[in-house]
């Protein structure tokens, strides 16, 4: 399969777990990969670029943008927090992301979206992506945010955008909501090659998960896109348990899907 069909890609967030993890992968997916942070994370290597920007920084965000076909939105602040901060990188900062990508003429975004826009739904519950978002937290709120200001720049301008509700994406599951949640770093790139590649993304949401044995979320609605997840939570299973102990079902944060961000807070 030819996965390499832009020349220039944009990876914000690009200092992050999920920025470094996708750095060496997503060079197969197109010619120069142009890298993105608001902090420093070292010079560019052979086919990269490196523009420093902060997503709140309407002008920094414009130059960060011009000049490549796609772009895999990663930054941001990525947990529950502070209002403030929220607001600058995943409300204000999505608003200058698009508005970026409007005026330099690009057709295709991947938003990393998360499972907290849906978080106070039930673990005892599967969802559609056609479920009403739930958020859980006003970082969940961030991130339903940034779904519908896509869905808006798709209706009015015809940009594509997958937004992608990522799950736990770290090398193993870290405890036993993440055997449900876990999307490996493979199968992120599988998934994020997969909404660069197909040919009519439209305005997609999709969870972002590997393929686990138990799961809370039917992605039937995004097969256009092609993804199939190569790897599973179940391999660590055993050894998950063994570490940790019996959950609490009294507990909201083993009730609701978003664990531990149903009760974050508040912050201010
Ligand atoms: P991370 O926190 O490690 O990385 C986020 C990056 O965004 C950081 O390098 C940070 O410097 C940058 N950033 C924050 N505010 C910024 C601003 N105002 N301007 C420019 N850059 C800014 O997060 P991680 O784990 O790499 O996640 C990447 C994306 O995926 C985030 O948007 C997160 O919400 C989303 N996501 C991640 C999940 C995971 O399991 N890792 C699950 C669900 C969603
Ligand atoms: C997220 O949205 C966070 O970015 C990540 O750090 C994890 O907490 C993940 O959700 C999760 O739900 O496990």
């Given at each position: 399969m030819t996965i390499k069909v832009h020349h220039k890609l944009l990876l914000t967030g690009a200092a992050g777990g999920l920025g470094q993890a996708l750095r060496e992968r997503l060079k197969a997916n197109c010619d120069v990969l142009r890298l993105s942070d608001r902090v420093r994370f070292g010079e560019a290597g052979a086919h990269e670029e490196v523009v420093l920007a902060d997503l709140s920084d309407a002008d920094a965000v414009s130059a960060m943008v011009q000049g490549v076909d796609a772009i895999v939105h990663l930054g941001g602040v990525s947990v529950e927090g502070p209002f403030g901060p929220i607001l600058q990188a995943n409300i204000l900062g999505v608003y200058n992301l698009y508005e970026a990508a409007r005026k330099h003429g690009v057709k295709r975004v991947v938003f990393a979206s998360s499972n907290h826009v849906t978080g106070f739904y039930r673990q005892s519950q599967t969802i559609t992506t056609h479920e009403p978002a739930r958020p859980d937290s006003l970082y969940g709120v961030s991130k339903a945010f940034g779904e519908d200001l896509s869905r808006f720049y798709f209706d009015r301008y015809a940009i594509e955008t997958a937004c992608l509700r990522i799950g736990s994406s770290f090398p193993e599951p870290r405890d036993r909501r993440m055997l449900a949640t876990w999307l490996s770093f493979e199968d992120l790139h599988r998934l994020i090659t997969a909404c660069l590649t197909t040919p009519v993304l439209g305005h997609s949401i999709i969870f972002g998960m590997s393929?686990?044995?138990?799961?809370?979320?039917?992605?039937?609605?995004?097969?256009?896109?092609?993804y199939v997840p190569q790897d599973s939570s179940d391999v660590f299973r055993e050894a998950v348990y063994a570490r940790t102990l019996a959950p609490d079902l009294s507990d909201a944060a083993v009730q609701f899907q978003g664990g531990g961000f149903v009760k974050a807070g508040p912050f201010e």
């Amino acid at each position: 399969m030819t996965i390499k069909v832009h020349h220039k890609l944009l990876l914000t967030g690009a200092a992050g777990g999920l920025g470094q993890a996708l750095r060496e992968r997503l060079k197969a997916n197109c010619d120069v990969l142009r890298l993105s942070d608001r902090v420093r994370f070292g010079e560019a290597g052979a086919h990269e670029e490196v523009v420093l920007a902060d997503l709140s920084d309407a002008d920094a965000v414009s130059a960060m943008v011009q000049g490549v076909d796609a772009i895999v939105h990663l930054g941001g602040v990525s947990v529950e927090g502070p209002f403030g901060p929220i607001l600058q990188a995943n409300i204000l900062g999505v608003y200058n992301l698009y508005e970026a990508a409007r005026k330099h003429g690009v057709k295709r975004v991947v938003f990393a979206s998360s499972n907290h826009v849906t978080g106070f739904y039930r673990q005892s519950q599967t969802i559609t992506t056609h479920e009403p978002a739930r958020p859980d937290s006003l970082y969940g709120v961030s991130k339903a945010f940034g779904e519908d200001l896509s869905r808006f720049y798709f209706d009015r301008y015809a940009i594509e955008t997958a937004c992608l509700r990522i799950g736990s994406s770290f090398p193993e599951p870290r405890d036993r909501r993440m055997l449900a949640t876990w999307l490996s770093f493979e199968d992120l790139h599988r998934l994020i090659t997969a909404c660069l590649t197909t040919p009519v993304l439209g305005h997609s949401i999709i969870f972002g998960m590997s393929d686990n044995a138990v799961t809370w979320w039917d992605n039937a609605q995004a097969r256009h896109v092609g993804y199939v997840p190569q790897d599973s939570s179940d391999v660590f299973r055993e050894a998950v348990y063994a570490r940790t102990l019996a959950p609490d079902l009294s507990d909201a944060a083993v009730q609701f899907q978003g664990g531990g961000f149903v009760k974050a807070g508040p912050f201010e």
